[in-house]
């Protein structure tokens, strides 16, 4: 069963950056996409960015210029850099593996003030 682990989630102020951090266990990680979505509360889920098993990068038009998506396959970990943050990506912040049982993780929250 493939399972993530978010972290690196936090407070910060309008215009900060901060760095998303996603281990993942039980896959072999490598021949897969990975995928960040995130979550506010009373909207839905949109997907933000996404990264190919050939390292090939997608963004959401909303943070694309502005967030980093890369993969580490020697740690099994995905990473999204995030920069210029404003309010509007607050929101809990998930990862997934596009994988067989791969499935969204518990979660980071990330805190954009004004």
């Known amino acids: 069963q493939v399972q993530v682990v978010e972290s690196g989630g936090g407070w910060v102020q309008l215009g900060g950056s901060l760095r998303l951090s996603c281990a993942v266990s039980?896959?072999?990680?490598?021949?897969?996409?990975m995928g960040w979505s995130r979550q506010a509360p009373g909207k839905q889920r949109e997907l933000v960015a996404a990264?190919?098993?050939?390292?090939?990068?997608a963004y959401a038009d909303s943070v694309k210029g502005r967030f980093t998506i890369s993969r580490d396959n020697a740690k099994k970990a995905v990473y999204l850099q995030m920069n210029s943050l404003t309010p509007e990506d607050t929101g809990v912040y998930y990862c997934?593996?596009?994988?067989?049982?791969?499935?969204w993780g518990q979660g980071t929250q990330v805190t954009v003030s004004s």
């Open positions: 997934r593996s596009w994988e067989e049982g791969g499935s």
């Open positions: 039980g896959s072999t990680f490598s021949g897969y996409g």
């Open positions: 990264i190919a098993a050939d390292r090939t990068p």
